[in-house]
């Protein structure tokens, strides 16, 4: 049965049959085999109409995917679109926090936070910058990091 999905966003990785740490060379070569295979001019004259029109299907599938997977930019704002994703099915966000509120930590390079449960929340300068949804490293209570607008 299927689970149910939050998201509409589909799991393009799985689409193409990989794992989302996959390489980029890996990707292409399994959508390069996939879209052989399911291509509409590959299936046999005899396929009852149903079937044909799951190719058909799948072969829009595995090629929307390859656009968003097989490109940098766009497969990295896929990524943290999961990322997301993954944490708002961890657990409710905790609290709301300005990035200024944070406290610059010299020694690892990253702004932290005391988490209630004792542990901290980590953000680098650059993740601060793309991501907004930081998880507790010990706890699952999330923070979301707000600009000022």
Known sequence: TMAFEPFPQK???SVLGAEPSASMKDLKQKYQKLILMYHPDKQSTDVPAGTM????QRFIEI???WKILGNEETKKEYDLQRREDDLRTV?????QIYLEDM???KDDQCFTLSCRCGGKYCVSKDEAEEVNLICCDTCSLIIE???HS
């Open 11 to 13: 799991d393009w990785y």
């Open 53 to 56: 029109e799951e190719c058909v």
């Open 63 to 65: 090629d929307q995917a």
């Open 91 to 95: 657990g409710p966000v905790d609290a």
């Open 103 to 105: 406290l610059w930590n």
């Open 145 to 147: 990091i707000v600009q």
